[in-house]
């Protein structure tokens, strides 16, 4: 069974930083396209940041040169280092494996 666990979100003001971790459990992350999605209140659920099973990785205009997505392969992790975050990225931040495993979210909030 599938498993994607989360963790990192909080509460930062503008202008900080956040990681946030996927740990994988069920799948091997580096044989999987593995996602950053976010859900904004009242808004549909958007890519972030997504990587290949060969390592590229593409990010959302609005995250380019801010967020960096990364893989531990040894720790069957994916990790969303967020650095000069803006009051617009706050949401609910998911991890994503393949095309259908979804974890429970992290909330971020940036706000002063």
């Known amino acids: 069974q599938v498993q994607l666990v989360e963790s990192g979100g909080g509460l930062v003001q503008p202008g900080g930083s956040l990681r946030l971790s996927c740990a994988a459990s069920?799948?091997?992350?580096?044989?999987?396209?593995m996602g950053w999605y976010r859900q904004a209140p009242g808004k549909q659920r958007e890519l972030v940041a997504a990587?290949?099973?060969?390592?590229?990785?593409n990010y959302a205009d609005s995250v380019k040169g801010r967020f960096t997505m990364s893989r531990d392969n040894a720790k069957n992790t994916v990790y969303l280092q967020m650095n000069s975050l803006k009051p617009e990225d706050t949401a609910v931040y998911y991890c994503?494996?393949?095309?259908?495993?979804w974890g429970q979210g992290t909330q971020v909030t940036v706000s002063s």
């Open positions: 990587i290949t099973t060969g390592g590229i990785i």
């Open positions: 994503k494996a393949g095309r259908h495993n």
């Open positions: 069920g799948i091997i992350v580096s044989i999987y396209e």
